[in-house]
Structures are given as structure tokens and as C-alpha cells.
């Protein structure tokens, strides 16, 4: 059987280290799949529902692990539904290779069937954005391809017309004209140095030594630099702040942490922003200005791994371009130690009452259920090392305020794009990638009901993935988004019939649970933790609880109060529901 250039693609996959590739077969890259079947076993293939959820697992795939996630699909309505997942990777810089599908050359350029252009649909998404149009390319164009989406922590895209996938392995078919040979190159990746310049340094740490109130807020850049982090954070007695992405940099017991920051933060992370004179930023690019301080009320020292992150964000006194970690490990010798920081225990303090506060919400007497309480019980059950997926949405706060980071526990989210739907498909992909750990998707129902194919994907691929539906019956976030902004309500909530989500899963093979009352919850969860199999629990909640900020703005109050004058419906719900949390706050 003779040798063609999609083998020549997919063994370069595998000597890249590739070893899962999903996808949705087509007849735009039919020898695509050829290739794969050749090789299969080298490069398994993860057949998905919906290409969407495709592009969403390479992009958990490479968020967990650090090696390149790819993504498979057809020409035309195929290649365009893996968007989505792909912008996810690139706000989020995941390495991703996407592989599409194009008609053949014969008849580009013609109108013929499904003929999308998809080099240049993709040129804002891709670092790296390509059509093969000759089979002596391959593989050398894979090289460059995911050497790039290492290199800038992207998305590489690669589209094959079909004949030229089915063509001869190598076959050069067209005269050379131009002084050069077809490309020889080699499936390596030299991880360029994160070292900081010295001078640097000695800048970063004299600032920072002449700090009275420091704070550091930490992203996911520095998710590989928990030691580090924690060490500078004791050598100068300053708190530290995580993003949302970030959340797994240091464990949320940690003495030295006052958790989030933004509208999913806390208050003491607030009052902090406002409150110190140098801010230490190490591995993020956080977009939300209005949390950090004022224009020129605090210095800022910036470790960021790319040039032209450092002060994308605030006037930045000291921008430090490297490695979160190699950057720590050389700034901590010159960092003139503290002891019995009055400023950390402040903080300390605060962050003991926000934490009360949190855990007085998490009452499992409430009627209906509130979503805090059911997160506390996944949080609680939930093995040490567990990784947790989570959507965008109310479930979002919920998580971020009441999944506990310890041990080695994990967190992903959409965190840029915060696209609703991603958990599930993550929670694929991250089981894949760690078949002996616990994976846990937490999704809200409008997220899973997007993709909620994808759990027969788990079923048909044996994944003992656990998926909990925090069930509002509506849109949550944008509901008090509306609010927020002095509107009542409107086109949030779905009408009934009511889903029952735990029906799908076991019609798929798992296990399913319907929860309605508060105590079903811990059984529940406790059963599907224990299930040798996908498993999922869909959970009433309550759809009136208000995802409060950390520390609400007279703005944000007035704008709250006008949605009440103006109409909003619910308001008595509401209102019990803000008068209820007031009252578990203060201990009652």
C-alpha cells in the first residue's frame, strides 16, 4: 500500500509527541483519517459530537499538560465550528495545532461544495496559518506549525485540500524554479531562556524592599512557580492576590493569600488593590484595570514571560520580561527579609471574616438550595489531587469563592474569552490526558445544554468524568448583569418544562441523579464520586441567589435598586434571597 502525505503529517505528530488527536470525520480530510487509521497506534483518535467541543478539548488538553493540543476537522462548516474553542486558546495562550479539511486544488476557486476559505477565516485566530498546496511540504510545515504555537503560545493551523492528503508521501510534483531545495527540518522545540537581566532584577528588588505595603497578584503565568511565589511572598510579608486563571498558583489556606480579585473576588483582595504602595505582578496580564490601583497610587514591578504584555495593563514602574519562576528564584536573595509583618496580619484578619463569611453562606438548610451549598459539598468530597473544570457564568463565583485549592488540586476555566460551554469538553480532554486523577466539569445548565453531547463522548470513550449541573433554569450571570446596570430583567430565564439532565446521563450509559432538595445533595455527589463511570448530578438551585461582588460600589447599589424600581420581576425572591444571605453572614 503506497505511502501518502497524510502518514507523512501523522507520524510527524507523533514525533512531536502527540499522542490524542480530536476531531469529527468529513469527507473534506478523509485521508486525513486514513493516516490516522495507519497509525493509530501511535496517535489515538478521540472522536467528538459537535468540532466546537474539539477545539475546546486541545485547548484543556494543552492547558493541563503544556504539550500542544491538536484538533481535527472538515472543510467547510466544520473547520468553521472550531472557532470558538480555538480563541479560547489564544486569549488563554495554549499551544494548539488546529487541522482542517479544503476541497482540492483542482476546483479552489470555482464555488464548488462547502469551498470556505479557511486560511482566511483563521488569520486573526492563528500565530501560524497555512495551506498545503504540495505534498513535498509535509512534514516540515508541521514543524513550523506547532514550533510556533510553542514558541508564541497560540494557535498554529494547517489546512489540507483532499487530493493532497491521498497524494504520494513526499512527491514533488512541480518544476523548481527558485535557488532552493524542498525544506529538511526536525520536530524540536528549543524553550528559549526565562532568565531575567540581572539590572533588572536589582531594580525589581530595590523597589520592592523600599515597599511599606506590598501586594503581589499572581496569574496563570505562574502556575508552575507555587514555591517561589510563596517564598518572595514571606521574604517581604506581602499578600497575594490570585486572578481567577490563577487560582491554583497558591492553596486558598494559605496564610499569605486574600484569594481573587475583580467582581468574582473577595473583599479583602479589594480593600488591598486600594490600599498598597507597590504591586508586585508575576505571570498575568489581568484585563480588569478597574481593580487595580488608581493611575500612580501604587509603583508596579511586573514579571511577565512576553515583551509586549509588560505594562499592557498600568503605568508599570519596573517591567521585568521572564520566566515567573527563573525570575522569582533570581530576585529572592536580593530581597531584604521581614518578620512580623503588621500589613500581612492585617490582611490575615480580613481574609479569617471573609472566609467565615463564605462559609456561613454554605448552609444546607436553605429551601431551594443554595448553589454555594452544593459547591461546598463537591469541595469537601473531591480528592486532593482533583482537577476542576468549570463554565463561565454564576458557577464561575461559585467556584472561585468555594473550591478550596489544596494539595494538588487543579482549576481551568475559560479565562479571557470566558466562553460559556467549556467545562465539559475540558473535563474530556483532561481525563485523557490523566486517566488516574479525578475530573470534575461543574457547569451551569445553559453551558452544559450547549454541549452536553460530549458526555456520551465520555461514556462512549469509558471516562469516569463527574459532571455537576448547578441548575438555575437560566442565564444567572447575565441576569444580574442586567440588574447591575439599572435594567430589570429580560430573555434570561427559560420556561418550563424544566430539564432533567440526569435523564440524559443515563441514557448514555452513566450515572444520573436529580436533586431538588438540600438534603439529597451529599448523597448524591457522594455516589457519583464513588461511580466507576461517567457520572453526572444535576442540582436545583436557587435562581434568585445574587452573585455578589467582594465589595459592592454605591454605583453598583443605585443601579441594583433602579432594576427593583423599574419593574424587575422577582424582586421578592430576590430581595428574600440578599435579606437570607445578609442574616447567614451575620451568624444567625
Not at 493611575?295 to 521572564?322: H, K, N, S, W, Y
Not at 457519583?528 to 452573585?547: K, M
Not at 445578609?582 to 444567625?588: A, H, K, N, P, S
Request: hydrophobic share 40%.
Amino acid at each position: 500500500m503506497a505511502r501518502i502525505a497524510a502518514e507523512s503529517l501523522v507520524e510527524r505528530l507523533a514525533e512531536w509527541g502527540v499522542d490524542t488527536v480530536f476531531g469529527l470525520p468529513g469527507d473534506g480530510i478523509n485521508g486525513i483519517m486514513e493516516g490516522l487509521r495507519r497509525h493509530r497506534d501511535r496517535v489515538r483518535f478521540v472522536l467528538v459530537h459537535h468540532e466546537e467541543a474539539a477545539a475546546f478539548m486541545a485547548t484543556g488538553y494543552a492547558k493541563a499538560t503544556g504539550r500542544i493540543g491538536v484538533c481535527l476537522a472538515t472543510s467547510g462548516p466544520g473547520g468553521i465550528h472550531l472557532l470558538n474553542g480555538l480563541y479560547d486558546a489564544k486569549l488563554d495562550h495554549a499551544p494548539v495545532l488546529a487541522i482542517t479539511g479544503m476541497q482540492e486544488t483542482s476546483v479552489l476557486g470555482t464555488g464548488y461544495q462547502q469551498e470556505v476559505h479557511l486560511d482566511r477565516l483563521f488569520a486573526d485566530v492563528a500565530e501560524y496559518n497555512m495551506m498545503i498546496t504540495n505534498p513535498s511540504q509535509l512534514p516540515s510545515l508541521v514543524d513550523l506549525a506547532i514550533r510556533t504555537a510553542y514558541a508564541r503560545r497560540g494557535v498554529a493551523h494547517l489546512t489540507v485540500p483532499n487530493d493532497i492528503q491521498v497524494a504520494e508521501a513526499g512527491a514533488d510534483p512541480y518544476q523548481h524554479v527558485a535557488p532552493a531545495r524542498v525544506p529538511q527540518t526536525m520536530p524540536v522545540y528549543l524553550q528559549p531562556s526565562g532568565i531575567p537581566r540581572q539590572e533588572d532584577v536589582e531594580w525589581a528588588a530595590e523597589v520592592l524592599n523600599h515597599a511599606e505595603r506590598p501586594a503581589m497578584l499572581v496569574g496563570q503565568g505562574a502556575l508552575h512557580a507555587r514555591r517561589e511565589v510563596l517564598a518572595v511572598a514571606e521574604a517581604l510579608g506581602a499578600p497575594v492576590v490570585k486572578t481567577l486563571p490563577g487560582k491554583a498558583v497558591v492553596p486558598d489556606d494559605s496564610p499569605y493569600t486574600t484569594g481573587g480579585i475583580g467582581l468574582l473576588g473577595t473583599r479583602p483582595s479589594e480593600e488591598l488593590m486600594d490600599d498598597t504602595d507597590v504591586l508586585f505582578m508575576v505571570g498575568t496580564n489581568f484585563p480588569y484595570s478597574k481593580f487595580l490601583p488608581e493611575p500612580r497610587a501604587a509603583r508596579v514591578v511586573q514579571f511577565e514571560a512576553e515583551p509586549t504584555r509588560a505594562g499592557a495593563r498600568i503605568a508599570t514602574d519596573v517591567p521585568v520580561v521572564c520566566d515567573a519562576k527563573e525570575g522569582l528564584e533570581a530576585l529572592l536573595p536580593l530581597l531584604s527579609r521581614r518578620d512580623g509583618s503588621a500589613h500581612l496580619a492585617k490582611y490575615q484578619k480580613m481574609m479569617a471574616k471573609w472566609r467565615s463569611d463564605m462559609e456561613a453562606l454554605e448552609n444546607p438548610d436553605r429551601d431551594p438550595i443554595a448553589p454555594q451549598y452544593a459547591m461546598s459539598v463537591i469541595d469537601d468530597l473531591a480528592a486532593d489531587d482533583a482537577i476542576l473544570t468549570c463554565d463561565s457564568g454564576t458557577i464561575a463565583t461559585w467556584a472561585a469563592r468555594h473550591w478550596t485549592i489544596r494539595g494538588g488540586r487543579e482549576f481551568y476555566l475559560s479565562g479571557t474569552l470566558a466562553s460559556m460551554a467549556p467545562g465539559l469538553p475540558y473535563a474530556v480532554a483532561m481525563q485523557h490526558a490523566f486517566p488516574e486523577r479525578q475530573v470534575i466539569a461543574y457547569v451551569g445548565d445553559g453551558g452544559f445544554s450547549m454541549l452536553m453531547a460530549e458526555f456520551l463522548t465520555a461514556a462512549q470513550h469509558r471516562l469516569p468524568i463527574k459532571v455537576f449541573v448547578n441548575n438555575n433554569n437560566s442565564l444567572g450571570q447575565i441576569l444580574w448583569e442586567q440588574m447591575v446596570l439599572g435594567y430589570p430583567e429580560h430573555g434570561v430565564r427559560y420556561n418550563t418544562p424544566e430539564p432533567d439532565y440526569s435523564v440524559w446521563a443515563r441514557a448514555c450509559g452513566g450515572f444520573g441523579a436529580k436533586v431538588t432538595k438540600s438534603g439529597d445533595v451529599a448523597p448524591a455527589i457522594r455516589q457519583a464520586l464513588a461511580h466507576d463511570g461517567p457520572a453526572l448530578v444535576d442540582v436545583d438551585v436557587n435562581p434568585n441567589e445574587p452573585p455578589m461582588p467582594g465589595k459592592v460600589s454605591y454605583d453598583q447599589a443605585k443601579s441594583f435598586a433602579q432594576a427593583f424600581l423599574r419593574g424587575q420581576p422577582h424582586k421578592v425572591a430576590i430581595a428574600t434571597t440578599l435579606f437570607k444571605d445578609r442574616i447567614q453572614r451575620l451568624g444567625d
